[in-house]
């Protein structure tokens, strides 16, 4: 089997850049948002919805294979273009400069906000041991008390306009490289259309902390004896 020349290697690896950041992290960030904009309907709602997921079969296994592994790989791959590249806005202040230039500074920003926010999440939920039944009652007070502060409420803020503008342009991004739009009218009407997108999920996000914020309740574990 040959070997890829440079060029070939360094194409390949844009092109897994770019697919891993729209499936599964830009899946996931969608559905993400989505779940958790349900604590505006209701908590009641927000926290059947945290059960379904803690009692799926095998969960630590799907979320090792298809949101941590590929989150990493992404991130590692994210960073090595970072610091490999060069930013010439000075010489070239054009928008869809400025564009990729914040896509790149946004990623280093949600790579950091994720530590902070599986940290304090993911972590404790693992070490504690709270699943199933149990995961609702426990990541919801943690969530109270992220939101009880505004600093706690800037981290997330920044977390979530950083999570979808990233997400937004490299959707842009992957349909420009993988050849799926094509020419300038199509690619700034897509640009309209994903800009409208990146909002929407923004809108969903800045809700959800809304909501936390101006409504912190506690739940019990819709299962007795689920919640210690």
Request: glycine share 8%; proline share 5%; net charge neutral.
């Amino acid at each position: 089997m040959p070997i890829p020349s440079q060029d070939r290697a360094h194409f390949l690896f844009l092109k897994l850049h770019s697919l891993t950041g729209i499936f599964p992290i830009g899946a996931f960030l969608v559905l993400h948002l989505s779940v958790n904009s349900l604590r505006t309907v209701g908590v009641w709602q927000y926290q059947l919805s945290i059960d379904l997921i803690n009692n799926l079969p095998f969960l630590i296994v799907i979320e090792t294979l298809f949101i941590y592994i590929p989150l990493l790989i992404h991130s590692l791959m994210g960073f090595y273009i970072i610091f490999s590249g060069k930013i010439n806005l000075r010489h070239y202040p054009y928008p869809r400069n400025w564009g990729y230039t914040l896509q790149r500074i946004t990623g280093a920003v949600v790579f950091f906000f994720l530590i902070y926010h599986m940290g304090t999440t993911v972590g404790p939920k693992l070490l504690y041991g709270k699943e199933q039944f149990e995961a609702a009652p426990f990541l919801i007070d943690i969530m109270n008390r992220e939101f009880s502060n505004w600093t706690g409420r800037f981290l997330y803020l920044v977390g979530i306009v950083s999570a979808t503008y990233h997400f937004c342009m490299g959707l842009w991004s992957f349909c420009v490289s993988w050849g799926i739009i094509i020419g300038p009218a199509a690619q700034r009407n897509a640009g309209i259309v994903f800009a409208l997108f990146g909002l929407a999920l923004t809108a969903l996000g800045v809700a959800t902390v809304a909501e936390f914020s101006l409504d912190p309740l506690p739940v019990d574990a819709t299962v007795e004896g689920g919640a210690s």
